[in-house]
């Protein structure tokens, strides 16, 4: 059984049956940068074929490789020969997730790319040595689409970070709010200031990330249209802040995992959090019962999310327990409170693989227990 884990642990998931700082307090290293260009996925050539191939550059964990894990310990701003972590986020310079990528690994070199899928590419094809990507937020809720690449990509989630986020509405020298009929940002940003936007009476058009959004604006010279984006933002793209924290609530936070091509140790010397994605047959109760077996065990379950299955083989329509025909397959991602090295988080994902169909450790990670 510890033999079947570990190779869950490597192995893509497979089925058995077919208070607000100030502009100076923003990283020294996010303020110098004026300008910045995005990775696009372009550079990495095409990481997704059907048979689930991966750049042959690269050393990416197979299922007959044992993986090189990463320590447990606090994680260094370098690499071995001294050089500087690139940690690539998605969006332009003066995004969020830059700033967030800067908490996660200070001094690191953060690499802009264009689309979620890129920052994932680029860190299978050792373009870059991590990633920093959100998956949920306070206000907004999930972040589907990185649900789905931690399945369709072969990487680990090595920690998590809790970041405060606080939007800010901004415009060209001059433009003031009255003079404004839309908005542009990033589509998890405008719905995080649904209530300040719709009050303002403002059109919302989403973009794909926040500083983009403020870019456009500013070179474009738009006098009717402002960007939701961060200070940092308004500084590098010479913008004016016509209200700043238009969030909805004022504890709006977002959380990012940390993902590297190695798994890290799991330990017990510290909070330790476990994230997996499972599939079930479809029968009366077999969801409790999944979930029984770390209630059992006094384990936490801090999120589960369901997602629809995507491949055909998995997904063709049948007939469910009901006797009702079946079209909607699901996949369920589960986070719990508890390090796969401790022998309770074993023994629940040993009786948890009795009951599912598939079953994939996404990563045991130390638990970012501070206040954002």
Request: proline share 6%; hydrophobic share 40%.
């Amino acid at each position: 059984m510890a033999a079947s884990l570990t190779r869950s642990l490597i192995s893509p998931l497979t089925s058995r049956t077919p208070a607000k700082p100030s502009r100076s307090d923003q990283s020294p290293q996010l303020l110098r940068r004026r300008s910045c260009v995005s990775v696009r996925a372009s550079t990495f050539g095409n990481t997704n074929s059907s048979d689930g191939a991966v750049p042959a550059a690269c050393n990416v964990l197979t299922q007959d490789s044992p993986p090189r894990r990463l320590t447990s310990a606090p994680v260094p701003n370098s690499e071995c020969g001294g050089s500087p972590l690139r940690v690539a986020y998605q969006g332009l310079c003066g995004a969020h997730s830059e700033s967030a990528a800067l908490k996660a690994y200070p001094n690191c070199e953060p690499v802009p790319c264009d689309q979620f899928e890129t920052a994932f590419e680029a860190v299978e094809a050792c373009s870059v040595d991590r990633a920093v990507l959100p998956i949920e937020n306070s206000l907004g809720g999930s972040i589907h689409r990185n649900y789905d690449l931690l399945l369709r990509h072969r990487l680990h989630i090595v920690g998590e970070i809790k970041y405060a986020v606080r939007h800010c509405l901004l415009a060209n020298q001059g433009v003031k709010v009255e003079h404004l009929k839309k908005v542009l940002s990033h589509p998890q940003a405008l719905a995080q200031c649904e209530y300040t936007l719709t009050r303002l009476g403002l059109v919302r058009e989403a973009v794909d990330d926040t500083a983009g959004a403020a870019k456009h604006v500013a070179l474009e010279k738009l006098e009717d249209t402002g960007a939701v984006a961060s200070s940092a933002a308004a500084e590098i793209y010479g913008l004016d802040i016509l209200a700043e924290d238009i969030q909805d609530a004022s504890l709006n936070v977002t959380r990012f995992l940390m993902l590297a091509r190695e798994p890290i140790i799991a330990g017990t010397d510290r909070p330790f959090k476990t994230s997996i994605v499972f599939s079930l047959e479809e029968g009366p109760g077999i969801l409790h019962k999944a979930l029984a077996v770390f209630a059992e065990r006094q384990i936490n379950l801090t999120k589960i999310e369901s997602r629809p299955m995507r491949w055909s083989s998995l997904t063709s329509p049948g007939v469910g327990a009901s006797g009702l025909q079946k079209c909607f397959h699901y996949l369920f991602y589960a986070d719990f409170e508890a390090s796969m090295a401790s022998d309770d988080a074993k023994m629940a994902l040993q009786d948890l693989e009795k009951l599912a169909t598939s079953l994939r450790i996404l990563g045991s990670y130390p638990a970012d227990t501070t206040m954002p």
